[in-house]
């Protein structure tokens, strides 16, 4: 069997069907002044060194033919999907549903929420919004593995240690195989990521595997 050189040991690869690439949350939210990520005063310009790197993998799975996924942290425009502890959280001078230069903070359809331009879904590859950090939680993600088997999941995006891997215990917890794309994933906080990717991979790959992008891209190659 094909594998990705991984920690804390090879990463089985089953067919190219069987695996998707999951791009959590590549929003300008995240990733531009004036959205969500610096309304809860975060420096967002930290997040932008991984664009480069996804949007490899991005390219490669798509010559590929692998399934891609793209999520999104959004809101309805009238918050029914918001728990208001969540809207409450962080007491920034903005929250989500306030207007801020780039429209309303994490609501769908707006320009802030939209994914970064260089990251944009190709036609035919699944978005799944999500009022949560995880994407499992009140989305069709569920459905759209099922119907498709996938079994393998590679996970890339922001932020590490919140919607990153939140979404991978939910996937872990499923029974999805998980990888997280080590120079493909980053936080606001560098000590968060790392810390991350150590308890991620803990214990024997408790919830997953972490490799780089080089090494995921060689075995998918290889396939
Ligand atoms: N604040 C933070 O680090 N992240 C989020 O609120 N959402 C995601 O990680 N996408």
Known sequence: MAEILAHPYPYPLPSLSQVALVIID???DFLEPGGFGEALGNDVTKLQAIVPT???LLATCR???????HTLECHQPDLSDCPPAKRERGKGSLTIGDRGPMGRILIQGE???AIIPELTPAPGEIIIPKPGKGAFYHTTLPQELAQRQITHLLFTGVTTEVCVQTTMREANDRGYEC???EDATASYFEDFKTATLAMLTAQGGIIGW????TEVLAGLINL
């Open 54 to 56: 996804v949007q490899a």
């Open 179 to 181: 990888l997280l794309i």
């Open 26 to 28: 590549m929003q300008r």
């Open 210 to 213: 972490s490799a780089p992008s």
């Open 111 to 113: 320009p802030g929420n």
């Open 63 to 69: 010559r590929l033919g692998i399934t891609v996924i």
